[in-house]
């Protein structure tokens, strides 16, 4: 049953999509290929749909994915070991950290990072109730940028990045090489990476998991022209467009689109966007990889494979990644340009932590994030 949390969980907050939405879609939208980023699919509606979409019958990634968790999580936890600061990047409902939790020996942490705020204070709140006992230190941020970290209260012996879902897939090559780099660094020397991995597979089960018969992976990619309509004064005629998913072989990648359904204009915050009849707006794109190829990727960016867990069919990965060593290649002060707003729990607290310091100061290697 759920206990009250020990204290309120408080969002530290870096209101990641700013001013410059409106801006973003302008630029996306006069490309030749006309393209919206997918970071703005998850407004409280969106994160709301693709919740209901890990459940849908069609959509193999998520069930197939808790299934490798569950199966190994045993042996996960025996490689992550005891004191570790989590942070997961793109937590979503922080569903999948459960998994974690319940098995990790006295987790020093828990940072979910995520763009959508309120979805991520709700259910940081809710996972406060289940684990009372963890420190939980939501940052709502974009992760494709850089921001600090906040300080948990324990001793941490090392750091571990999760990123479940495959979603980095949704970055192409050079994205996902940056953002493997930016993960190495909040890992640091000796951190961890436990991360979800999309395999290639043949193009009709691709094809279908993004192609529900329910229509509601349509509906959240239309949420996008949605959200545009109420938060930068366009008027998208939702009627007039459609969601369609394809698998490209050459590029090893779904492409969701938004394929207009007739020659139209449309009209955002005073500027005219042209569309012609059949002409299609790239809304996502999630690479699917062999094993190989991601062990070289990741490898750039210092992490070298220790295990990989697939499911029977070998339709989706879970793999445990380690750093042999400090990337020199992308120093954190690169990364570490947020001024001093920055949340610190650690400096900012007047009155005895309600955690336990579970961790002994003699494990203490070095903190979590802001170093
Ligand atoms: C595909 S969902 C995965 C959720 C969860 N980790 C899981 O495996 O079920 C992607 C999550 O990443 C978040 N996200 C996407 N782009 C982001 C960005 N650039 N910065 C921060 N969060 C982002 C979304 O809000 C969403 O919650």
Redesign the pocket.
């Known amino acids: 049953m759920s206990e009250p949390a020990k204290k309120p969980i408080t969002l530290i907050d870096y209101h990641?999509p700013s001013g410059d939405i409106r801006q973003e879609v302008l630029d996306g939208l006069a490309q030749p290929q006309k393209r919206l980023s997918?970071?703005w699919f998850?407004d409280e509606e969106g994160?709301r749909l693709?919740d209901q979409i890990?459940r849908l019958p069609e959509y193999y990634p998520?069930r197939t994915e808790l299934g490798i968790l569950h199966t190994h999580i045993a042996e996960m936890a025996g490689m992550i070991g005891s004191c570790v600061a989590i942070v997961?990047?793109?937590?979503?409902?922080s569903?999948?950290i459960r998994i974690l939790l319940d098995i990790l020996e006295t987790p020093a942490a828990f940072i979910p990072?995520?763009?959508?705020g309120e979805?991520l204070l709700d259910a940081a709140r809710q996972l406060a109730m289940d684990y009372p006992d963890l420190e939980i230190l939501p940052v709502c941020?974009?992760?494709?940028q850089p921001f600090d970290l906040p300080v948990p209260v324990a001793a941490v012996n090392r750091n571990l990045v999760f990123f479940?879902?495959s979603?980095i897939g949704?970055f192409d090559l050079e994205q996902a090489r940056q953002l493997l780099k930016v993960m190495a660094i909040e890992a640091g020397a000796g951190g961890g990476l436990l991360i979800?991995v999309d395999l290639k597979k043949d193009p009709a089960t691709l094809e279908s998991a993004y192609n529900d018969d329910a229509g509601v992976t349509a509906d959240f990619n239309l949420n996008l022209l949605v959200r545009l309509n109420r938060e930068i004064g366009a008027d998208f005629d939702l009627g007039q467009f459609t969601h369609r998913a394809i698998y490209s072989e050459e590029k090893g990648r779904i492409e969701m689109h938004l394929v207009s359904e007739k020659d139209q204009s449309v009209n955002i915050d005073g500027q005219l966007i042209e569309f012609l009849a059949g002409e299609h707006i790239l809304t996502e794109c999630s690479h699917k990889y062999e094993l190989q190829e991601f062990a070289d990727l990741a490898g750039e960016a210092g992490f070298n494979i220790r295990k990989v867990w697939t499911d029977p069919e070998r339709m989706f990965s879970v793999q445990y990644l380690e750093l042999g060593y400090e990337p020199k290649d992308f120093t954190r002060d690169r990364v570490r340009h947020i001024p001093s707003a920055v949340p610190n729990p650690r400096r900012k607290r007047t009155s005895p932590s309600p955690f336990p310091e579970t961790c002994g100061p003699q494990a203490v290697s070095r903190p979590a994030g802001i170093r």
């Open positions: 990641p997918p970071k998850y994160s693709f890990t998520t997961e990047f793109g937590a979503g409902s569903v999948k990072v995520d763009i959508s979805h941020a974009d992760f494709t479940p879902g979603t949704n979800g």
